[in-house]
């Protein structure tokens, strides 16, 4: 039954007016009819939470491209043969600072992972009370499908546009343009990265590490630009689940 006073939201349960017309705070699960346990929680604290440390990864990726290109750099001339104290010294540097970047991507991915993975799986469950029949997967590979072989190469991707579409307002559809430009980005920086620590192996010597050092260079490119579009992404993801959530149920067909 839709509310005798606005015509628009669901009417209370045994009462003619919806909830915000007799001034009440509704049950989500009475706003969207979702599933027996399932109901609608702000994903803006951890939307919010993702997206700052997803800026810092940018910022540490920044860092490690600025090493990199010392490192890239110092290996080159090297490789070319120059010698003396100043050129060894240089290079000893460029190493030093590359793997403190190193250490510091390390420490924000694994932070940023953790909340992003939290705020994915929020999303993913207030998608399942927006649209409860429009999902492929189980909820639980919000989480696993990032882990399992083979399958993290797209299951989070089809995940993410079906999230995406749920949380679209009401009525409409919206592209998926900013998804797999985030995601192609995404493979990119984990494919040229897995490949330069593969090559790795038991070699040696300047041209190999000039090599590696700009494989790296390529990564941490890819890197930055798949952290900055993850982060327009978490940023519109949350604002469209908020407002869908504060906006109702989907408006009555006359």
């Given at each position: 039954?839709?509310c005798?006073?606005?015509?628009?939201?669901?009417?209370?349960?045994?009462?003619?007016?919806?909830?915000?017309?007799?001034?009440?705070?509704?049950?989500?699960?009475?706003?969207?009819?979702?599933?027996?346990?399932?109901?609608?929680?702000?994903?803006?604290?951890?939307?919010?939470?993702?997206?700052?440390?997803?800026?810092?990864?940018?910022?540490?990726?920044?860092?490690?491209?600025?090493?990199?290109?010392?490192?890239?750099?110092?290996?080159?001339?090297?490789?070319?043969?120059?010698?003396?104290?100043?050129?060894?010294?240089?290079?000893?540097?460029?190493?030093?600072?590359?793997?403190?970047?190193?250490s510091?991507?390390?420490?924000?991915?694994?932070?940023?992972?953790?909340?992003?993975?939290?705020?994915?799986?929020?999303?993913?469950?207030?998608?399942?009370?927006?649209?409860?029949?429009?999902?492929?997967?189980?909820?639980?590979?919000?989480?696993?499908?990032?882990?399992?072989?083979?399958?993290?190469?797209?299951?989070?991707?089809?995940?993410?546009?079906?999230?995406?579409?749920?949380?679209?307002?009401?009525?409409?559809t919206?592209?998926?343009?900013?998804?797999?430009?985030?995601?192609?980005?995404?493979?990119?920086?984990l494919?040229i990265?897995?490949?330069?620590?593969?090559?790795?192996?038991?070699?040696?010597?300047?041209?190999?590490?000039?090599?590696?050092?700009?494989?790296?260079?390529?990564?941490?490119?890819?890197?930055?630009?798949?952290?900055?579009?993850?982060?327009?992404?978490?940023?519109?993801?949350?604002?469209?689940?908020?407002?869908?959530?504060?906006?109702?149920?989907?408006?009555?067909?006359?």
């Open positions: 039954m839709i005798a006073r606005c015509h628009h939201f669901a009417a209370a349960p045994g009462a003619a007016l919806c909830h915000r017309c007799l001034g009440e705070s509704p049950d989500p699960r009475a706003v969207f009819g979702g599933s027996p346990g399932l109901w609608l929680r702000s994903p803006v604290g951890l939307g919010r939470a993702a997206a700052a440390l997803l800026g810092v990864v940018v910022a540490t990726d920044l860092f490690a491209l600025g090493a990199g290109f010392l490192r890239y750099d110092a290996t080159g001339d090297l490789a070319a043969g120059a010698t003396g104290a100043e050129v060894f010294d240089r290079a000893d540097r460029a190493d030093a600072l590359y793997a403190l970047a190193a510091a991507q390390a420490v924000t991915t694994v932070a940023c992972v953790i909340v992003y993975l939290c705020w994915f799986h929020r999303v993913r469950a207030n998608a399942q009370v927006f649209d409860p029949l429009g999902h492929s997967l189980k909820p639980g590979w919000a989480v696993g499908g990032w882990f399992v072989p083979l399958v993290n190469l797209w299951f989070p991707r089809r995940i993410t546009c079906e999230i995406w579409d749920a949380s679209a307002p009401w009525g409409t919206r592209s998926h343009a900013l998804i797999n430009a985030w995601w192609t980005t995404w493979l990119g920086s494919l990265g897995r490949l330069a620590r593969s090559d790795r192996g038991d070699a040696e010597g300047a041209a190999w590490a000039h090599a590696d050092a700009g494989e790296m260079l390529v990564s941490d490119t890819f890197d930055i630009a798949a952290a900055v579009l993850a982060i327009l992404l978490v940023v519109r993801l949350t604002r469209m689940q908020h407002e869908k959530a504060t906006a109702g149920t989907a408006p009555a067909a006359f």
